[in-house]
C-alpha cells in the first residue's frame, strides 16, 4: 500500500493544485455572476437592461457548477453517491466508485474532442 501511495503521490500534488486554482476560478466566477445580476437589476430600474447580462451570468453559472464540481466530490459533497457507496459492502463500493470515475471519464473525454 504504501508504493501505491508513493506512486500516487506526484497525481495526488497535482490534484490538490488543480482543485485549488478550480476552486479560486469559481468563486471569481461567482462573484462576476452576482455583479452582472445586480447590473442588470440596476439597469432595469433606471435604464433599459443590456441583453448580455443574463446570458453572461447564466455562463458564469455553468463554469462555477464544473469548476466546483471536483471539489465536492472529493470532499464528499454528493449525498446520493455517498449514500449507495456506503451501503454496499466495501468491495462492491470501490468497483462502484471505479465504475462511476470511468463513466465520468469517458464522458470528459467525450466532451474534449466534440469542443
Known amino acids: 500500500m504504501a508504493l501505491i501511495t508513493g506512486l500516487l503521490w506526484p497525481l495526488q500534488r497535482l490534484n490538490d493544485v488543480l482543485l485549488a486554482i478550480g476552486r479560486a ?3 471569481a466566477a461567482l462573484a462576476l455572476m452576482v455583479c452582472f445580476i445586480l447590473y442588470q ?56 466508485s471505479l465504475m462511476l470515475l470511468g463513466m465520468a471519464m469517458v464522458v470528459i473525454w467525450t466532451c474534449a474532442q466534440l469542443g
Not at 448580455?52 to 458564469?60: D, I, K, Y
Not at 465536492?72 to 454496499?88: S, W
Open 41 to 96: 437589476i440596476f439597469m432595469r430600474l433606471f435604464f433599459d437592461a443590456p441583453n448580455w447580462t443574463e446570458e453572461g451570468a447564466r455562463f458564469l453559472m455553468l463554469w462555477m457548477t464544473g469548476l466546483i464540481g471536483p471539489l465536492a466530490y472529493r470532499q464528499g459533497g454528493f449525498v446520493a453517491i455517498d449514500m449507495l457507496e456506503r451501503a454496499l459492502p466495501k468491495m462492491v463500493a470501490a468497483l462502484l
Open 25 to 27: 476560478l469559481a468563486i
